[in-house]
């Protein structure tokens, strides 16, 4: 086991009068202030988690840290009914050969993303026309449909994803039981008494039959999560490692059932099936280096913190011969708040791109450094 210092950071409102320590059993979250400048002077942005937490590697460090700094983050702001961002992972810091200390961080590029989906306004007005049409109350449980899938689009948790989806299946539920002609009441459990079959009321028979046309023993895989989510009848560590495929069917059998209710026949639905695609994000770099005598107790809790800044950014972007968009871009890295040796490992980049663009590639070409020397530039091209 390794011992890790995890840094991460979240929007909120919540302000902490001063250092926040809360101890768990192999993992201790610090919780700071994060402070940003503004126009006129400083402003609260949210808040700085530090995690120290002893894991077999880096991916278990980042799993429990992440996993603390969500649990800290929710209790904080239930208990002064607040909001919050999804938890941000900066950086990781764990000892290394000699004098060494090992960091792996994540930073945001100040590029793209340029993925984009070019509007249709046929499309767009076939579904305006489609609505204008059906009677009245149906069209705003439409809408209201549509919302939660826009919703469950961006949802980063599989687990909000399926509920999203869902909440959108139950406003259409009425029209789709309507649409399918089913009854109100189907047949039940037996009467351990009489051994009658009772008759019970159909009140999911639209979202069962919209799943199942989706795809066969949906219903009975997404409702059996549904209920164990909502009924606690499982840990979460047993309804998680299937929900993102169950999420994501959920969400297309929403999709279908809001295009039928359309009246969209197959050859006008055609242009309607696409990927989801989430509100594009910045690319992200992943860079591994390490810092010379530095250790772990040496850490500074909060955002001033050792770490590589940006220090000169230049690119192009283009389109191709054959149509697609290229970004190239050359990035050169200094040392902040810290101003000893330093040295490059390794660069990697998670890039924005449509989910549907199969062909989309990201190149890291060249990278190259100076020598072992204080106040040493890194280039990456």
């Not at 059993?25 to 530090?50: C, E, K, S, Y």
């Not at 639209?206 to 549904?226: P, Y």
Request: proline residues 6%; negative net charge; glycine residues 6%.
């Amino acid at each position: 086991m390794t011992r890790y210092l995890v840094k991460l950071r979240a929007s909120t409102a919540v302000h902490a009068e001063h250092l926040q320590q809360i101890e768990a059993p192999g993992v201790r979250v610090m919780l700071t202030n994060w402070i940003a400048t503004d126009a006129v002077g400083q402003a609260h942005r949210g808040l700085f988690f530090d995690v120290v937490t002893e894991a077999a590697d880096l991916n278990d460090a980042y799993r429990w840290a992440i996993n603390r700094a969500n649990l800290a983050l929710t209790i904080f702001s239930f208990a002064m009914a607040s909001g919050s961002s999804e938890v941000e992972l900066l950086a990781a810091y764990w000892a290394g050969d000699e004098d060494w200390c090992e960091v792996a961080q994540w930073d945001r590029l100040p590029l793209g993303p340029f993925a984009r989906r070019l509007a249709d306004p046929s499309r767009v007005t076939a579904v305006f026309a489609k609505l204008d049409a059906l009677p009245e109350g149906s069209g705003e449980r439409i809408v209201r449909a549509m919302s939660w899938y826009q919703r469950s689009v961006e949802d980063a948790n599989p687990l909000d994803q399926l509920s999203s989806a869902w909440l959108g299946l139950e406003a259409i539920n009425p029209l789709l039981k309507a649409r399918a002609g089913l009854p109100d009441e189907e047949p039940g459990r037996e009467c351990p008494k009489c051994h009658e079959v009772v008759m019970m009321a159909a009140t999911s028979a639209g979202i069962r039959d919209v799943l199942t046309r989706h795809q066969d023993g949906l219903w009975k895989l997404a409702n059996g999560k549904r209920v164990a989510i909502m009924h606690g009848t499982k840990p979460f560590s047993e309804i998680h490692p299937d929900l993102p495929t169950i999420a994501a069917n959920v969400r297309a059998a929403l999709r279908r059932g809001v295009l039928a209710l359309l009246s969209l026949d197959d050859a006008d639905r055609a242009p309607f099936d696409h990927e989801p695609i989430p509100t594009p994000q910045s690319h992200r770099s992943n860079l591994r280096y390490a810092l010379r005598g530095r250790t772990l107790n040496s850490r500074v809790v909060g955002q001033s913190y050792p770490r590589l800044t940006v220090r000169r950014i230049e690119g192009t972007r283009f389109r191709g011969v054959d149509g697609r968009t290229n970004e190239q871009a050359s990035t050169e890295w200094e040392p902040t708040d810290f101003t000893g040796e330093w040295i490059f490992r390794s660069i990697g980049m998670q890039t924005f791109r449509d989910p549907e663009d199969a062909a989309a590639t990201t190149t890291i070409n060249r990278m190259t450094h100076a020598p072992r020397e204080p106040e040493r530039r890194g280039e990456v091209e």
